[in-house]
């Protein structure tokens, strides 16, 4: 049981790094489309 408990908080700990690293990402992504999108509307 204690091997499983371990791995359970393991997996949360991995788990939420993750979203972490994910959404840090999205938000980096997200404002280099809303730059993109500024310069291409600044074209016309």
């Known amino acids: ?7 359970k ?3 949360k ?3 939420v790094k993750m979203n972490f ?10 404002s280099i489309l809303v ?3 500024k310069a291409l509307n600044s074209e016309t």
């Open 35 to 37: 730059e993109l999108e």
């Open 9 to 11: 908080l393991m997996m």
């Open 21 to 30: 690293y994910l959404n840090r990402n999205l938000k980096d992504m997200n």
């Open 1 to 7: 049981m204690a091997i499983h408990r371990g791995l």
């Open 13 to 15: 700990d991995l788990t």
